[in-house]
């Protein structure tokens, strides 16, 4: 009966504690700058670069002789891609997606693979064995013919943008490993005396998976979580290979990485501009995923 | 166990059934056909075609053609590769995607273990730094980008490796692939193994070793390794089998005559019984793996029991 | 940040390497030893039967194992005699007799006569081999009768079949069934117009007035098969390198499937001691940045056509080593003309008349187009020269079609669709930003998997404007013509005009050449003016070869006769250029 209210009290003070931890992580903080000064430049800098110079993802010069690829130069601080279009406002344009893409598609594998792996974890058994056979048949089934699919079914008349529909096909896939993961963790866990102290104590099923259990899976969670951002972002490249990406003239992260691969030898600012900018995110967010996790960390919570 | 096993290997049976029956169903969902092509053709020569594969019988036909073909081991005979039966491609390209996947794979984990352990074990030193920097670096850097970068470097400006193609296991063909294709998974391993050992380091069972005083290599290769690697094990088995199945980027990039190559054209060309033997092949290894991994959770963690 | 200043050092060493001194030529320029080619084919062919595939990489390889009676010249594509010594036609082109050569003979040793040229075409049209070709061989008599499983109507009572002119008139079974007092009689592969005189000699009977047919002849379609292997082996089993027989310069060695096939010399070839080259390697590849790594490495020695990254061209055309011709293929946006709003001409002319093609042109490093057919191609063709860049006009049109107010454009209704490639999405962004800029109104583009394309294209399931073009299957206007020269009107695009047929019909009775290109050219203009098709630019031949090669020729369609291809070691007979044409 008393348990109640000392839950309460440890809920609040998990997550304010966890903060004070982050902000004492130096290279966590550093992230979290650069994560949103990312954020900031991809929302607003288009605009600016409009405003200041004219300049778009999309516009291509009128004069012939412009539509070519130009180093960077103070007018494109970011050089020209092939069709004469200033880098820097691709980039920045490419980041508004990859990050938008990246991000909730994480946060849909996240929420579906952490339900689903912890249900199967706990439960056991029977259901634990129906639930993972179906995320082998879900593994197995081609994703290139899902997404064909997709795509013909809705993506040609229906009012569906294409932006949900490339979330709908990331998160049908990313959640997949997330689940194997934290069932793996859970199985490990669920007879550790905590657990069994909880359930002797007859607290209900779903509060121990997610009071008890849950905490004490984050750690290895997080950690694939900055995994799958950077492979959600991978994905959307191929997915643009496909035609289920992003539509041109638009551009994300992966696709200029992709072109600017094919023309390194030629003009190599097509890839060092968006691949440096790439990494640098990837290395925030992943600070910053490290830093969530020690301060997340129930262990460390102890100490 | 055993009996959890032998069950296990039964129901294998009727979920790679499965798997195929709702990727054929998918192939008939998707638009067009293995004969469209640039030039609409007249109807009586697509009549003719349909004829040719069976296509013009009712659907419950084919599919049961189809199951009973694949209950006897037999995927038929490619529509877009005339006269190449599906196990004969099969054959021939699953010793390319295996011999690149498997080396990439025991490459991944032996550094990828080592790396990841080293730096949990030194928390916060200069070690965990560079491992862990290093390990992002080979997941920021995506395959297409990576395998040719070092095309250009060791191929085109140092002469030491063939810059593409297939020239038998061993070789020297063989290198670049393996180094591109394990990279990232080298750098999961790494992430999964350090963020697993902090875990287990920090257990009281470990406390309690450590108490009775044992030396911390054996504290780590006796005890520490075993719970610490339960999320590279839960990763690996998927892991292994998309490795050894062909991976298509890096099949294309080194002009491999592998499996993952196979497949996306496969997929974009509507080769029916190619992709199903190819989905069939791969969802069996992806059930066997995981099987795998499940027996691996039993003897690493004897908490676990079926 | 350490890995990003290594990645930087990585990138400063290569892109340095990238930029070295150089001879003038992309990589190196050792010649192998021998005379062995190592060539660079495309996409893995389908097939080696010459009947099957229609893809240009699967021709290529055919080339060299198979020999029609007519092959491509090395230069011009025209026909040269190949296992027909001669031939000869009639007045209105309706008959041709072609004399075999007496040594031609297959790699097993038989002699090749002319009951096998009957048979290769006999095959290629039976209903069961269900080639996609076999619409190339339907100017002869009754060809497309017995393909399509076609009948002939006899009367039951006098025995005399129903008649069209001077033929038979071919009925699907169920038209001639319901005539009353006709019985159905099947087309066999004996009433087809391909018969052999004698041993060497083979006629030809036509349908109708086909000037082009001996230009059609070196297509993969019509070359001679071996019979007794095919019949033996069976269509699936024959091409295996342990089965096959061939009729041409080279014989399978070995074929690994996405790796490699190994050609040699055929020494029952009958012009076998001409032939150069002891064995060709085509290797089957997809990505180009993967084929230059291999052609700069020395790995290959030439490749086929569009390998060079558009990319690249800026640096590449300037290199000696690079084959950049005009090249028989169109690219064009073609029209859904049944949907509103591009089913008024006007809007569609804007349209067209708002692209800067010079300027696309420039960007893609080819040709304008500016008529559907290509330009400087086929001689004596007229050049077509009204379809200007004209901003001013094309905006004076959207205003009478009553768009002056852009915002009353239904933006939504239009979108711009191709299939999924880099030079496709290239020219889209272009075309977009040129209609954005010069019209103010954007369209949306959109991009889909080729099958998913083809499909929707195909039934006319898509919104304003699809992507197109067209490799000619022969050297003649017609075959891009022949694209709206469709009974039914299939062509994706909604417009179909009987003149427009009417005129073609007329152009191909004509038996004047120039005549004959002037009522083409009439035709062509009836498809300009219906605007259902906006041409766009006339692609390069753009690929590579090292100048040790030679006897390979930068021609319109990226046809090389192999046996006139060898190894020059000796560097002062190199080509230092595009080789003379």
Same mark, same amino acid.
């Given at each position: 009966?008393?348990?109640?209210?000392?839950? *309460?009290?440890?809920?609040?003070?998990?997550?304010?504690?966890?903060?004070?931890?982050?902000?004492?992580?130096?290279?966590? *903080?550093?992230?979290?700058?650069?994560?949103?000064?990312?954020?900031?430049?991809?929302?607003?800098?288009?605009?600016?670069?409009?405003?200041?110079?004219?300049?778009?993802?999309?516009?291509?010069?009128?004069?012939?002789?412009?539509?070519?690829?130009?180093?960077?130069?103070?007018?494109?601080?970011?050089?020209?891609?092939?069709?004469?279009?200033?880098?820097?406002?691709?980039?920045?344009?490419?980041?508004?997606?990859?990050?938008?893409?990246?991000?909730?598609?994480?946060?849909?594998?996240?929420?579906?693979?952490?339900?689903?792996?912890?249900?199967?974890?706990?439960?056991?058994?029977?259901?634990?064995?129906?639930?993972?056979?179906?995320?082998?048949?879900?593994?197995?089934?081609?994703?290139?013919?899902?997404?064909?699919?997709?795509?013909?079914?809705?993506?040609?008349?229906?009012?569906?943008?294409?932006?949900?529909?490339?979330?709908?096909?990331?998160?049908?896939?990313?959640?997949?490993?997330?689940?194997?993961?934290?069932?793996?963790?859970?199985?490990?866990?669920?007879?550790?005396?905590?657990?069994?102290?909880?359930?002797?104590?007859?607290?209900?099923?779903?509060?121990?998976?997610?009071?008890?259990?849950?905490?004490?899976?984050?750690?290895?969670?997080?950690?694939?979580?900055?995994?799958?951002?950077?492979?959600?972002?991978?994905?959307?490249?191929?997915?643009?290979?496909?035609?289920?990406?992003?539509?041109?003239?638009?551009?994300?992260?992966?696709?200029? %990485?992709?072109?600017?691969?094919?023309?390194?030898?030629?003009?190599?600012?097509?890839?060092?501009?968006?691949?440096?900018?790439? =990494?640098?995110?990837?290395?925030?967010?992943?600070?910053?995923?490290?830093?969530?996790?020690?301060?997340?960390?129930?262990?460390?919570?102890?100490? | 166990?055993?009996?959890?096993?032998?069950?296990?290997?039964?129901?294998?049976?009727?979920?790679?059934?499965?798997?195929?029956?709702?990727?054929?169903?998918?192939?008939?969902?998707?638009?067009?056909?293995?004969?469209?092509?640039? #030039?609409?053709?007249?109807?009586?020569?697509?009549? $003719?075609?349909?004829?040719?594969?069976?296509?013009?019988?009712?659907?419950?036909?084919?599919?049961?053609?189809?199951?009973?073909?694949?209950?006897?081991?037999?995927?038929?005979?490619?529509?877009?590769?005339?006269?190449?039966?599906?196990?004969?491609?099969?054959?021939?390209?699953?010793?390319?995607?295996?011999?690149?996947?498997?080396?990439?794979?025991?490459?991944?984990?032996?550094?990828?273990?080592?790396?990841?352990?080293?730096?949990?074990?030194?928390?916060?030193?200069?070690?965990?730094?560079?491992?862990?920097?290093?390990?992002?670096?080979?997941?920021?850097?995506?395959?297409?980008?990576?395998?040719?970068?070092?095309?250009?470097?060791?191929?085109?400006?140092?002469?030491?490796?063939?810059? =593409?193609?297939?020239?038998?296991?061993?070789?020297?063909?063989?290198?670049?692939?393996?180094?591109?294709?394990?990279?990232?998974?080298? %750098?999961?391993?790494?992430?999964?193994?350090?963020?697993?050992?902090?875990?287990?380091?920090?257990?009281?069972?470990? #406390?309690?070793?450590?108490?009775?005083?044992?030396?911390?290599?054996?504290?780590?290769? #006796?005890?520490?390794?075993?719970?610490?690697?339960?999320?590279?094990?839960?990763?690996?088995?998927?892991?292994?089998?998309?490795?050894?199945?062909?991976?298509?980027?890096?099949?294309?990039?080194?002009?491999?005559?592998?499996?993952?190559?196979?497949?996306?054209?496969?997929?974009?060309?509507?080769?029916?019984?190619?992709?199903?033997?190819?989905? %069939?092949?791969?969802?069996?290894?992806?059930?066997?793996?995981?099987?795998?991994?499940?027996?691996?959770?039993?003897?690493?963690?004897?908490?676990?029991?079926? | 940040?350490?890995?990003?200043?290594?990645?930087?050092?990585?990138?400063?060493?290569?892109?340095?390497?990238?930029?070295?001194?150089?001879?003038?030529?992309?990589?190196?320029?050792?010649?192998?030893?021998?005379?062995?080619?190592?060539?660079?084919?495309?996409?893995?062919?389908?097939?080696?039967?010459?009947?099957?595939?229609?893809?240009?990489?699967?021709?290529?390889?055919?080339?060299?194992?198979?020999?029609?009676?007519?092959?491509?010249?090395?230069?011009?594509?025209?026909?040269?005699?190949?296992?027909?010594?001669?031939?000869?036609?009639? =007045?209105?082109?309706?008959?041709?007799?072609?004399?075999?050569?007496? $040594?031609?003979?297959?790699?097993?040793?038989?002699?090749?006569?002319?009951?096998?040229?009957?048979?290769?075409?006999?095959?290629?049209?039976?209903?069961?081999?269900?080639?996609?070709?076999?619409?190339?061989?339907?100017?002869?008599?009754?060809?497309?009768?017995?393909?399509?499983?076609?009948?002939?109507?006899?009367?039951?009572?006098?025995?005399?079949?129903?008649?069209?002119?001077?033929?038979?008139?071919?009925?699907?079974?169920?038209?001639?069934?319901?005539?009353?007092?006709?019985?159905?009689?099947?087309?066999?592969?004996?009433?087809?117009?391909?018969?052999?005189?004698?041993?060497?000699?083979?006629?030809?009977?036509?349908?109708?007035?086909?000037?082009?047919?001996?230009?059609?002849?070196?297509?993969?379609?019509? #070359?001679?098969?071996?019979?007794?292997?095919?019949?033996?082996?069976?269509?699936?089993?024959?091409?295996?390198?342990?089965?096959?027989?061939?009729?041409?310069?080279?014989?399978?060695?070995?074929?690994?499937?996405?790796?490699?096939?190994?050609?040699?010399?055929?020494?029952?070839?009958?012009?076998?001691?001409?032939?150069?080259?002891?064995?060709?390697?085509?290797?089957?590849?997809?990505?180009?940045?993967?084929?230059?790594?291999?052609?700069?490495?020395?790995?290959?020695?030439?490749?086929?056509?569009?390998?060079?990254? $558009?990319? @690249?061209?800026?640096?590449?055309?300037?290199?000696?080593?690079?084959?950049?011709?005009?090249?028989?293929?169109?690219?064009?946006?073609?029209?859904?003309?049944?949907?509103?709003?591009?089913?008024?001409?006007?809007?569609?002319?804007?349209?067209?008349?708002?692209?800067?093609?010079?300027?696309?042109?420039?960007?893609?490093?080819?040709?304008?187009?500016? %008529?559907?057919?290509?330009?400087?191609?086929?001689?004596?063709?007229?050049?077509?020269?009204?379809?200007?860049?004209?901003?001013?006009?094309?905006?004076?049109?959207?205003?009478?079609?009553?768009?002056?107010?852009?915002?009353?454009?239904?933006?939504?209704?239009?979108?711009?669709?191709?299939?999924?490639?880099?030079?496709?999405?290239?020219?889209?962004?272009?075309?977009?930003?040129?209609?954005?800029?010069?019209?103010?109104?954007?369209?949306?583009?959109? $991009?889909?998997?080729?099958?998913?394309?083809?499909?929707?294209?195909?039934?006319?399931?898509?919104?304003?404007?699809?992507?197109?073009?067209?490799?000619?299957?022969?050297?003649?206007?017609?075959?891009?013509?022949?694209?709206?020269?469709?009974?039914?009107?299939?062509?994706?695009?909604?417009?179909?005009?009987?003149?427009?047929?009417?005129?073609?019909?007329?152009?191909?009775?004509?038996?004047?050449?120039?005549?004959?290109?002037?009522?083409?050219?009439?035709?062509?203009?009836?498809?300009?003016?219906?605007?259902?098709?906006?041409?766009?630019?006339?692609?390069?031949?753009?690929?590579?070869?090292?100048?040790?090669?030679?006897?390979?020729?930068?021609?319109?369609?990226?046809?090389?006769?192999?046996?006139?291809?060898?190894?020059?070691?000796?560097?002062?007979? @190199?080509?230092?250029?595009?080789?003379?044409?």
């Amino acid at each position: 009966m008393s348990a109640i209210p000392i839950e *309460v009290l440890a809920g609040t003070s998990l997550w304010r504690n966890a903060w004070h931890r982050l902000l004492r992580n130096r290279l966590a *903080v550093l992230g979290m700058i650069l994560v949103g000064a990312m954020v900031v430049a991809c929302a607003a800098g288009p605009g600016i670069i409009y405003r200041a110079t004219g300049y778009t993802y999309d516009f291509i010069p009128k004069d012939s002789g412009l539509v070519k690829s130009f180093p960077p130069s103070l007018t494109h601080p970011m050089g020209t891609d092939i069709a004469g279009r200033d880098l820097l406002a691709r980039v920045l344009l490419g980041g508004r997606i990859s990050l938008m893409v990246g991000i909730i598609a994480t946060f849909v594998s996240l929420i579906i693979g952490i339900t689903y792996g912890a249900t199967a974890g706990y439960l056991g058994g029977k259901i634990d064995e129906a639930m993972m056979r179906a995320v082998d048949v879900l593994y197995s089934i081609p994703y290139m013919m899902i997404v064909i699919v997709l795509l013909s079914l809705f993506g040609s008349r229906s009012p569906l943008n294409q932006l949900f529909l490339l979330f709908l096909a990331l998160g049908a896939v990313s959640w997949l490993t997330m689940s194997r993961i934290v069932r793996g963790q859970v199985i490990s866990l669920k007879n550790q005396e905590f657990v069994l102290a909880a359930r002797a104590t007859g607290v209900s099923r779903r509060k121990i998976i997610f009071r008890h259990l849950m905490p004490n899976v984050l750690g290895p969670v997080i950690v694939y979580a900055t995994l799958t951002i950077p492979n959600v972002m991978l994905q959307e490249a191929f997915l643009s290979f496909l035609g289920l990406g992003v539509q041109a003239p638009l551009a994300s992260w992966g696709s200029l %990485a992709a072109e600017g691969i094919r023309n390194i030898a030629v003009f190599p600012w097509q890839l060092i501009f968006p691949g440096v900018t790439m =990494a640098v995110t990837l290395f925030s967010l992943n600070f910053l995923g490290d830093g969530l996790r020690d301060a997340l960390d129930p262990q460390t919570r102890k100490m | 166990m055993l009996k959890f096993v032998i069950r296990r290997l039964l129901s294998t049976f009727p979920m790679v059934l499965l798997v195929v029956t709702l990727t054929w169903g998918l192939i008939r969902l998707a638009p067009g056909n293995f004969y469209t092509g640039e #030039r609409v053709i007249a109807p009586a020569i697509e009549k $003719n075609l349909r004829a040719k594969y069976g296509f013009d019988k009712p659907w419950y036909v084919q599919y049961a053609k189809l199951m009973s073909n694949i209950v006897r081991g037999d995927f038929g005979t490619s529509l877009k590769y005339e006269g190449q039966s599906v196990n004969e491609i099969l054959r021939r390209t699953l010793p390319v995607s295996m011999t690149i996947g498997l080396l990439a794979y025991i490459l991944a984990l032996s550094i990828g273990i080592a790396a990841g352990t080293l730096a949990a074990v030194r928390q916060n030193s200069r070690v965990d730094y560079a491992s862990m920097t290093l390990a992002m670096l080979g997941i920021s850097l995506p395959n297409f980008v990576l395998g040719p970068l070092l095309v250009l470097l060791f191929s085109l400006v140092m002469y030491w490796f063939p810059p =593409a193609r297939w020239d038998g296991f061993p070789s020297r063909s063989v290198v670049l692939p393996v180094i591109t294709l394990s990279a990232i998974y080298t %750098a999961y391993v790494a992430r999964l193994t350090r963020s697993g050992m902090l875990e287990v380091l920090r257990a009281d069972y470990i #406390r309690t070793a450590r108490a009775k005083g044992l030396d911390e290599k054996t504290i780590v290769r #006796r005890h520490a390794m075993r719970g610490g690697l339960l999320p590279v094990i839960s990763f690996s088995g998927p892991a292994l089998a998309f490795l050894v199945t062909g991976t298509v980027v890096v099949e294309r990039i080194f002009a491999l005559p592998g499996m993952g190559n196979y497949f996306i054209n496969a997929n974009l060309n509507r080769d029916e019984p190619l992709i199903i033997g190819i989905v %069939a092949f791969t969802s069996i290894a992806i059930l066997l793996f995981n099987l795998l991994v499940d027996i691996a959770y039993a003897f690493v963690d004897p908490r676990i029991r079926y | 940040m350490r890995p990003i200043i290594l990645v930087f050092c990585v990138l400063a060493l290569t892109s340095c390497a990238a930029s070295s001194a150089d001879s003038g030529f992309f990589g190196t320029t050792d010649p192998p030893a021998g005379q062995v080619l190592r060539y660079i084919s495309g996409s893995e062919p389908e097939s080696i039967d010459p009947a099957i595939p229609s893809g240009q990489p699967e021709a290529r390889v055919i080339m060299s194992m198979f020999e029609g009676l007519t092959e491509y010249d090395p230069r011009t594509m025209g026909p040269i005699p190949a296992i027909a010594e001669s031939w000869e036609n009639n =007045a209105d082109f309706t008959e041709f007799t072609f004399h075999l050569r007496k $040594n031609a003979r297959f790699s097993n040793g038989d002699p090749i006569t002319a009951s096998d040229v009957v048979y290769s075409l006999r095959r290629g049209l039976n209903p069961e081999t269900a080639a996609r070709n076999a619409y190339l061989a339907y100017y002869i008599l009754y060809a497309q009768g017995y393909n399509e499983a076609g009948v002939f109507a006899r009367d039951t009572s006098t025995g005399e079949f129903v008649m069209d002119g001077k033929f038979r008139k071919v009925f699907s079974e169920k038209e001639a069934r319901a005539l009353k007092g006709k019985e159905p009689v099947p087309i066999k592969a004996e009433d087809i117009g391909v018969a052999a005189i004698d041993d060497t000699t083979v006629k030809l009977s036509l349908v109708q007035s086909a000037p082009f047919m001996v230009a059609l002849l070196p297509h993969q379609f019509f #070359r001679v098969v071996p019979r007794k292997a095919i019949e033996k082996y069976g269509n699936d089993h024959w091409t295996r390198a342990e089965n096959i027989v061939t009729s041409g310069a080279f014989m399978v060695k070995e074929r690994v499937p996405y790796d490699k096939l190994v050609v040699v010399r055929n020494p029952m070839y009958w012009d076998a001691a001409n032939v150069k080259l002891d064995e060709i390697r085509f290797y089957p590849l997809e990505e180009e940045t993967t084929m230059m790594n291999l052609y700069k490495a020395g790995a290959v020695d030439a490749t086929y056509n569009h390998t060079v990254p $558009n990319a @690249w061209l800026d640096f590449m055309m300037d290199k000696k080593d690079y084959m950049g011709a005009r090249e028989m293929v169109n690219e064009y946006y073609q029209i859904n003309t049944l949907k509103r709003p591009m089913n008024d001409p006007r809007v569609r002319k804007a349209f067209n008349l708002a692209i800067d093609k010079e300027s696309l042109a420039k960007y893609q490093h080819v040709k304008p187009l500016t %008529a559907f057919v290509p330009q400087g191609i086929f001689p004596g063709y007229p050049a077509h020269s009204e379809d200007l860049f004209d901003v001013a006009r094309a905006n004076d049109l959207l205003e009478e079609a009553g768009y002056k107010d852009r915002s009353k454009f239904p933006v939504n209704e239009v979108e711009l669709t191709y299939n999924t490639s880099e030079r496709n999405r290239q020219i889209a962004e272009f075309v977009q930003a040129q209609w954005k800029q010069n019209l103010g109104i954007t369209i949306p583009l959109k $991009n889909m998997e080729f099958k998913t394309f083809l499909t929707t294209r195909a039934s006319l399931d898509y919104k304003g404007f699809a992507r197109s073009g067209w490799i000619g299957d022969f050297v003649d206007p017609v075959s891009y013509l022949n694209i709206f020269y469709t009974p039914r009107g299939d062509n994706g695009t909604g417009w179909w005009d009987s003149r427009f047929v009417a005129v073609i019909d007329e152009a191909n009775r004509t038996l004047d050449h120039q005549a004959r290109l002037n009522k083409l050219f009439e035709a062509e203009k009836m498809l300009l003016e219906s605007q259902a098709v906006i041409p766009l630019i006339q692609q390069s031949t753009n690929w590579l070869k090292k100048p040790y090669v030679k006897g390979m020729y930068p021609n319109s369609g990226t046809m090389h006769a192999w046996k006139f291809v060898y190894i020059e070691h000796d560097p002062s007979k @190199w080509d230092y250029g595009v080789p003379e044409m």
